[in-house]
């Protein structure tokens, strides 16, 4: 069932001021009342939906930001809305899971949520994920310097677009600055904590985020993701890109 307006928002649905808006999926009406009362005070326009097929339509009526999606929907669950609303262009998705199960985590990862986080949750913890993914999806987080390019990999951060060999790669937004940093940083390894720290911007976090991230990478630029040639691993550090493949 569609949820009128919150408070804050205009009656028209359009944002207020400009800020960003964020679309928040929950069929628990206390958690979801109480994730939008905290973005709304950051500043966020918020809309609501309780179950699958509505946050669709919202999402098509008003294209959000970014989405707070649970992951234990009724009938449609968070992985389908998920994909689904990937399919019809990028858009930034923190994953709420119900249970901290590492095979939770990891399927939200897998669809391409940038995040996720685990109930209970600290509301507060929530809004500055958020403002975490946003930044980096903002033009000055990932406009630094021009076109890069190696191994037949090209990439625009202007345009945030990439390509191999001419096709262009369906990357999310965490892959697309997972391998702009890797681009920019050829030869070097490091380790899963500085990749999150530079990459996702954040001094914490799960570290399989980046494990998981790798793996869905290597599988959309290398010739063969089970041999990887580009993005190696270092054992007992964590990556290395070598333009070589050596």
Request: proline share 9%.
């Amino acid at each position: 069932m569609q949820q009128p307006y919150q408070p804050g928002e205009p009656p028209d649905g359009s944002p207020r001021d400009g800020s960003p808006r964020i679309l928040v999926v929950d069929d628990d009406p206390t958690v979801a009342e109480v994730v939008a009362g905290y973005l709304d005070r950051a500043g966020y326009t918020v809309d609501r939906a309780d179950d699958g097929p509505t946050a669709l339509t919202r999402a098509a009526a008003h294209r959000p930001d970014l989405v707070v999606l649970d992951l234990m929907l009724p009938g449609m669950d968070g992985l389908e809305v998920c994909r689904r609303m990937r399919g019809h262009g990028p858009v930034p998705v923190i994953m709420l899971t119900a249970r901290g199960d590492e095979d939770d985590r990891i399927l939200g990862l897998e669809v391409g949520a940038d995040d996720y986080v685990t109930k209970p949750f600290s509301p507060r913890e929530l809004v500055l994920r958020v403002e975490s993914v946003l930044r980096r999806t903002r033009p000055a987080a990932t406009t630094t310097g021009g076109p890069l390019g190696a191994a037949g990999l090209t990439l625009d951060p202007a345009a945030r677009r990439a390509t191999k060999n001419g096709a262009e790669l369906p990357l999310t937004l965490r892959e697309f600055d997972l391998l702009a940093f890797f681009l920019r940083h050829p030869g070097r390894a490091y380790g899963r904590e500085d990749l999150m720290r530079e990459v996702w911007g954040w001094d914490f976090g799960d570290l399989s985020t980046v494990t998981v991230h790798v793996r869905r990478l290597r599988g959309k630029v290398e010739d063969d993701p089970a041999r990887p040639r580009l993005i190696q691993t270092v054992w007992g550090v964590g990556y290395r890109f070598e333009p070589g493949g050596e």
